[in-house]
């Protein structure tokens, strides 16, 4: 079966699935049009644990809607009041429709919050309250600490910060929100800027520009790095040489008769002066060496090489 | 200044909150650790741990205080003295709001010993012992622990004028590295010798940035502008690079009998930009950056649009210079960025997102004026000199669509199509564009029947045209010609060998499938489950001879267990198994 058909099968398979879960679906619940306002006090006498950790909210100090500031979020209360029925009130937290505009931006309409109306994180998640705790006094209102609520769904990222070379998040010295705009951002995987320049953000020393340039450096960091964490040394995705040479040749002393055998240098066949004693041994040990000993200005560097062409990045 | 703005602002809210009716929360935790390796030597056991002999104390507290529409919050950690990270929070009414921290940590890098590194080329004359290239090596100061404590000030504050309409903002981020880091100093075609010596690590990022929102009521504008310096301290540094010897004997041979020296030094001089001087190394250039952005959102039919227009130089405005090269032009890089996107409702229950992005990149060109090859020497005199045409000149694309559509409360389903294409001008030769493409598609559907349960599976999938490669590296290009020694040359040198690498073999995917599925269970608000599973693959086929491959599987289970309001147990396995079928490039050439 080609990959082809295995897609399309795949795609059938989640239409067809999709469907049938649509036809089985409850509806939402967005309170009863015949509803009217009760106030806030009269919220109070059945949701008295709310109430209480509401005082010090930040809702319940700016909000200016005095007296209904319940209602202000969750629409009038009257019906659900009577009929004791949680159904028949707004609820932000279950009722939520990422294909509408979500009702906390009404007010969060500043900058950050009004990317995520547009963004794949925000749909992501069920809405603010997968990670804000609405009626509560915590720092930002959120339900845990940033970071942990982050990997509570990118588990493989909390992985990665857990090998041995990494970003300092687990040693509290830095945030996903220090990377990553949670409520949004333009950029691929809701970064706060496009990669390369979000990296450069703090490792200025590496931007430049230079004279003499390192063509993956211009193009991505993600090319040589991976930003959570790595097995080898600086977060690079492989260890050295192994990552040079996969874009590189290692140099010809190290490596020709590794290859090949005994070698004799084809521009002189009969010279055993000029060939047959690179050894195995040379090709093991080149694999134990590191390109950025010698080639140490590896992200760019002003100043010229030793060698013609001036290129080589070791100054 | 900025010290009394915080101070200013600290009083400032200390006596409205002192006066009137407040609430104030803490906390403290103490605990310490002891650590005695007891030979002073100090091992890279974890690239965060610093380590030092000795009792430590550590440190953590958390203090805040509210009153009405003020607010304080003060909150630190302390581990050692290498180790720390203070904050404090600060909101006087509804006027302003501010925040300042600091953080220092330090950062291990480590000492790479030089004894891996051998390189052999040929026996001695009478071939029988080896000979040739034998690279030799000296670590001036093994025992100086290489790495960097790392320093980090932030302060934002923002000023919302009476009327509430505009906000002003500013803040300021210093970061600090300093420390020391290996050099090794590389002369392997002089005299084969390197030298590994400390230096100190002293950089400096300043970054500056102002900014105005104002609600205007049909649109919201906002501008900011932003300010960054990095300079090095270090320094300045230098380092004596050997005069050319034979690669054979690796020094300037005299003849016992005759008295006459060789011509090594002028033939092997003749290959290299310097040797028998004094040169400056690990020299950091002062770069400034200044950037300019402009956002406006309105309200457009029934959706929102978004537009941003960024403007950003960056200059090298220390280069360092070099006797031997003459370089020609200024190091500038100019950026324009474009984005916007548009959200409206489509339907009933659908939203549709349209995204856009045009950057432009200018790297400006340079003349690189090096010293003639083999200058004087039969078939030398070869002009060398070039135009450095920089791959970061370029021309970025981007676009996506993407519908949500959610009839029910438990059911959603989201499509998103986009494309990305670079265009480099000039990469690798002039005039030669290379253009990578791609194609993006993403399927997905939640099944979210009550908060008990939901359920996510999403596919994606990436179809890239010509993905990145460093065009002129890799491999000979098949036919791409016969190499013939140039004029009075006795060969064919290694550097028309490297003319002929032109060949476009990629180690970046140009398929990438990515399936990831998770749910997650939690009947009552005491336990929650958590399962997922990512697995993404990439290919390139476009080079299937060469079979590269990179996939990723990570599968995940965690369990949540919370007994009462002061017990919370969690409990979370993940396994990330990631493999890649590279390519490596191979030495093809006799030196």
């Keep these: ?200 953000t703090c490792h200025a020393a590496k931007e430049g520009p230079f004279v003499f340039e390192h063509d993956p450096v211009n193009e991505d960091c993600a090319i040589c790095h991976s930003p959570h964490g790595t097995t080898a040394n600086n977060l690079l995705s492989q260890s050295e040489p192994a990552l040079c040479m996969s874009c590189h040749p290692m140099h010809f002393h190290t490596t020709l008769t590794a290859m090949e055998g005994t070698f004799q240098a084809p521009l002189f066949p009969n010279d055993p002066n000029r060939g047959g004693t690179t050894t195995l041994d040379g090709f093991k040990k080149g694999m134990l060496t590191k390109c950025t000993q010698c080639h140490n200005a590896i992200h760019g560097s002003d100043v010229p090489s030793q060698g013609i062409g001036s290129s080589a990045l070791t100054r | 200044m900025k010290k009394l703005i915080c101070v200013l602002l600290v009083f400032g809210l200390v006596l409205p909150l002192s006066a009137q009716e407040a609430t104030t929360n803490w906390s403290l935790g103490v605990a310490g650790n002891y650590t005695a390796f007891g030979d002073g030597y100090i091992p890279k056991v974890a690239e965060y741990k610093y380590y030092k002999d000795g009792f430590f104390p550590e440190m953590k507290f958390n203090w805040n205080r509210y009153n009405g529409m003020n607010k304080i919050q003060l909150n630190g950690a302390y581990y050692n003295p290498k180790e720390m990270l203070f904050g404090g929070d600060f909101r006087l009414g509804k006027s302003v709001l501010a925040d300042v921290s600091y953080k220092s940590f330090y950062r291990n890098t480590q000492l790479d010993l030089l004894e891996n590194i051998s390189a052999r080329e040929s026996l001695n004359r009478e071939g029988t012992a080896p000979g040739g290239k034998i690279l030799s090596h000296e670590i001036q100061n093994p025992n100086e622990q290489l790495g960097y404590q790392r320093q980090e000030i932030e302060a934002n504050l923002k000023f919302l004028l009476p009327g509430d309409k505009i906000t002003l903002r500013a803040s300021h981020r210093t970061i600090m ?176 997102i349209l995204a856009g992005k045009y950057r432009r990149l200018e790297n400006e060109d340079l003349s690189i004026d090096n010293p003639d090859w083999r200058d004087n020497r039969p078939g030398g005199d070869i002009d060398l000199d070039y135009i450095r045409y920089s791959s970061l000149t370029r021309t970025d694309l981007e676009g996506s669509a993407k519908v949500i559509y959610q009839p029910k409360r438990s059911y959603r389903l989201t499509a998103l199509l986009g494309f990305n294409s670079v265009e480099r001008d000039n990469f690798p030769i002039e005039g030669a564009n290379f253009k990578t493409d791609k194609t993006m598609f993403e399927l997905g559907v939640r099944y979210r029947p009550t908060g008990k349960f939901t359920g996510d599976l999403k596919y994606g999938l990436e179809n890239i045209d010509n993905p990145f490669s460093p065009v002129d590296q890799m491999f000979e290009m098949y036919g791409r010609g016969t190499l013939m020694p140039t004029t009075g040359a006795p060969n064919v040198y290694y550097w028309q060998r490297d003319d002929l690498r032109y060949g476009n073999i990629s180690n970046m995917p140009a398929m990438v499938h990515n399936i990831k599925a998770t749910v ?5 608000k005491k336990v929650k489950l958590d399962v997922g599973l990512n697995l993404k693959k990439g290919s390139n086929d476009t080079q299937k001879e060469l079979d590269f491959q990179q996939t990723t599987m990570a599968p995940n289970l965690g369990l949540t267990l919370i007994p009462n309001d002061k017990v919370n147990f969690f409990a979370n396995y993940t396994y990330v198994k990631q493999t890649q079928n590279g390519l490596a490039a191979v030495a093809l050439m006799d030196g």
């Excluded at chain 1, 109430?51 to 009257?78: M, R, T, W």
């Excluded at chain 1, 010295?173 to 800027?193: I, L, P, R």
């Excluded at chain 2, 005299?191 to 400096?204: A, F, W």
Aim: aromatic share 8%.
């Design chain 2, 520 to 524: 997650k269970v939690q009947p009552n």
């Design chain 1, 1 to 200: 079966m080609t990959t082809k058909s295995l897609m399309l099968r795949f795609l059938l398979a989640l239409t067809v699935f999709g469907f049938g879960i649509m036809l089985t679906s409850p509806v939402f619940a967005t309170g009863d049009e015949k509803a009217k306002k009760i106030g806030d006090s009269e919220c109070v006498d059945c949701h008295e644990d709310i109430a209480a950790s509401f005082a010090q909210n930040v809702h319940k100090i700016y909000g200016d809607d005095a007296g209904f500031l319940c209602e202000s979020c969750h629409g009038p209360g009257s019906v659900h009041a009577e009929e004791e029925d949680a159904t028949l009130i707004f609820n932000p937290k279950r009722d939520f429709n990422s294909a509408k505009k979500s009702i906390c931006l009404d007010c969060h309409n500043g900058s950050q919050f009004e990317s995520a109306f547009g963004t794949a994180h925000h749909e992501a998640a069920n809405g603010c309250s997968d990670c804000h705790t609405v009626h509560s006094t915590a720092e930002h209102l959120l339900s845990k600490p940033a970071n942990q609520l982050c990997q509570d769904c990118h588990t493989d990222v909390k992985a990665q910060f857990m090998l041995p070379s990494h970003h300092p998040v687990e040693e509290g010295m830095m945030t996903c929100q220090d990377c990553h705009e949670v409520h949004g951002g333009d950029n691929k995987y809701a970064m706060s800027s496009d990669s390369r320049e979000l990296c450069l």
């Design chain 2, 177 to 352: 590295e300093d420390g020391k880091m290996q050099h090794v100093q590389n002369m392997h075609c002089a005299s084969c010798h390197l030298v590994s010596r400390p230096l100190d690590v002293k950089n400096k990022t300043q970054s500056l940035t102002a900014g105005l929102d104002a609600a205007l009521g049909v649109a919201d504008l906002s501008y900011e502008v932003n300010v960054r310096k990095f300079i090095s301290d270090a320094g300045p540094y230098s380092a004596y690079y050997d005069s050319a010897g034979h690669p054979g004997r690796g020094y300037i041979w005299t003849d016992p009998n005759t008295g006459a020296t060789s011509n090594y030094y002028v033939e092997f001089g003749s290959r290299l930009v310097y040797h028998g001087e004094d040169v400056a190394i690990a020299a950091y250039p002062e770069t400034n950056k200044l950037s300019h952005k402009i956002t406006a959102k309105s309200n457009i039919g029934k959706g929102r649009l978004l537009l941003q227009y960024q403007n950003t130089t960056l200059t090298n405005d220390a280069q360092l210079a070099d006797p031997n090269v003459t370089i020609t032009g200024d190091l500038k890089v100019t950026a324009n960025n474009l984005n916007g996107n548009y959200s409206t409702p489509l339907m009933e229950n659908t939203k549709l």
